[in-house]
């Protein structure tokens, strides 16, 4: 074989490889997760179609919402008979935090369908003005977090709370609800931490997860569009969803760290795109490309 040849072979070689032999230094490619959220709208519009989709263009597991609303139940059934796992659902958290609320299910029959449904996670997804007023606030959705936590950890399922960036706000004495949470949430209690949020509230996320170190179950793995102002604790407009690669956020330093320090999955999420699978596909196919 002439040697320019065998160089031209040589070159072109890799881009045959598969994927996860071209992407070994990014963590958690084969197990990739998607949260739903992203394609609400494609969802309700046609969820057979929509999971179909998600599940050619590669992602391993995908991340409900809404459970056990009827349409979440379908989204776990349809994505296991495309091949794609379910480990986690975010849930109606008023079950567990205003359970007075009518027509709420109780937590516990919550916990029952997870179980039947063969969850490992249940994700608070957000939290109500009144639930994070102020720091004594914070400790008491702290409180009932933490009993919750137990209820399912008996039931055999981790509970966590999904950060937006409001709780890393300064209030009394520059404390943050973030803080009151890292403090007073039990063993049982862990995070499931949103990287885009994380640093829309001024934090560095690759610190953030040094500092929680095990208590992390899941990450979102969500980029900020370039030059948004850190800290932002107003409105947040939809173009400064981005896809990951093309925003501010370094995310492979990220999942190593999340790999580091025992993280279970990772979830591609965009809460904002005129094109949600376009999005969703560009951002792993950056991914794959590390």
């Known amino acids: 074989m002439k040697r320019r040849s065998f160089i031209q072979q040589a070159c072109g070689l890799s881009l045959c490889l598969p994927a996860f032999a071209r992407s070994a230094g990014t963590p958690y490619l084969g197990q990739i997760g998607l949260q739903l959220y992203t394609l609400r709208k494609a969802i309700a519009e046609d969820l057979k179609k929509t999971l179909g989709e998600v599940a050619k263009i590669g992602y391993r597991q995908v991340e409900p919402y809404g459970f056990p609303s009827p349409q979440s139940i379908d989204m776990i059934k349809r994505a296991k008979d495309l091949g794609m796992r379910v480990h986690s659902s975010h849930f109606t958290w008023d079950s567990l935090l ?11 029959e919550v916990l029952e369908t997870a179980r039947e449904h063969d969850l490992t996670d249940l994700v608070v997804p957000y939290l109500h003005n009144e639930d994070r007023k102020d720091l004594e606030a914070y400790k008491k959705t702290a409180e009932t977090l933490n009993r919750g936590a137990e209820l399912s950890a008996e ?6 709370y999904h950060n937006h960036a409001f709780e890393f706000k300064p209030m009394t004495q520059g404390k943050t609800g973030y803080d009151v949470f890292v403090e007073s949430f039990s063993p049982r209690m862990f995070f499931e931490v949103d990287v885009f949020w994380v ?3 001024g934090v560095d996320p690759v610190a953030q997860l040094a500092k929680l170190e095990n208590r992390v179950s899941q990450l979102h793995l969500k980029d900020l569009q370039k030059g948004s102002t850190c800290p932002n604790f107003d409105k947040v407009q939809p173009e400064a969803f981005d896809e990951i690669g ?11 760290a999340a790999q580091k ?3 279970k999955h990772c979830h591609v999420e965009q809460d904002h795109s005129p094109d949600p699978l376009a999005s969703v596909r560009k951002s792993l196919d950056f991914l794959r490309s590390q």
């Open 199 to 201: 640093k829309l509230g």
């Open 261 to 263: 320090f025992g993280v």
């Open 246 to 256: 093309d925003g501010m956020i370094p995310m492979i330093p990220i999942m190593q």
């Open 155 to 160: 039931a055999g399922i981790r509970l966590a």
């Open 98 to 108: 205003h359970p007075e609320k009518k027509g709420m299910r109780p937590f516990a």
